[in-house]
């Protein structure tokens, strides 16, 4: 990955580099109220566009932003259109399907929605069986410490269980969001450095 001709190459074969050919796509996915459109205006209002040649284009549902990851930088579309009820429905095939990659969120607070992102990670399971993409779990709401009704421990059994990463954030005091991301875009990067073995 340290080198940029590497890269080139392997954009035009596997088309996802985060690079300037095409943005990684990461996908957020959960049930409702459980804090992804507040994780992804701290996305939208990253300030990593002091260049002019960088650009940001930020929807209600839709953000891409150019971030600085290990030194190296990285185009990121960030989706946020989940809708949880339309379950089994054609939007809900289509975000699964489309992402290089997933951040699984559930609120600390909400076992439901716990259950729920176990389930979502089936459903990837499910849909992209060939593929090893990459996933965090993302516990939001630790900021409220007393209405806590799923632990970290237990958040961490079920990452390993599901073989994706687990973090826990609080997109309200803004802890260890900008870690999530920078995460999913280390894995991706790690899976764009396999491919090319
Ligand atoms: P979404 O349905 O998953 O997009 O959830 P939202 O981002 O709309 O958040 C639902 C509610 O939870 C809103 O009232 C947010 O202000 C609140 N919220 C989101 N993240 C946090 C957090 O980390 N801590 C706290 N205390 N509240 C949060
Ligand atoms: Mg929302």
Known sequence: SSDSTDSVISTE????TGGSSRPFRVVLLGARGVGKS????????????????EFELCGDEVCEQTITVDGEKATVT?????????????SQDQCIQTGDA??????????????QASELRIS???????????IILVGNKCDLVRRREVSITEGRACAAVFDCKFIETSAAMQHNVW?????IVQQLRLRRDTKEN
Do not use: C, K
Not at 13 to 16: E, I, K, M
Not at 78 to 90: K, M, Y
Not at 103 to 113: A, E, G, M
């Open 78 to 90: 960030l989706v946020d259109n989940w809708d949880s009820e339309d379950e089994g429905g054609s």
């Open 13 to 16: 074969s596997t088309g996802n």
């Open 179 to 183: 870690p999530a991301f920078h995460g």
């Open 38 to 53: 507040a994780i992804a205006s701290i996305f939208a209002g990253a300030m990593d566009s002091m260049d002019s040649d």
């Open 124 to 134: 990837l399971r499910q849909h992209r069986p060939a593929h090893h993409t990459p």
């Open 102 to 115: 997933y951040l699984l969120v559930y609120s600390i607070t909400d076992r439901s929605s716990f259950l």
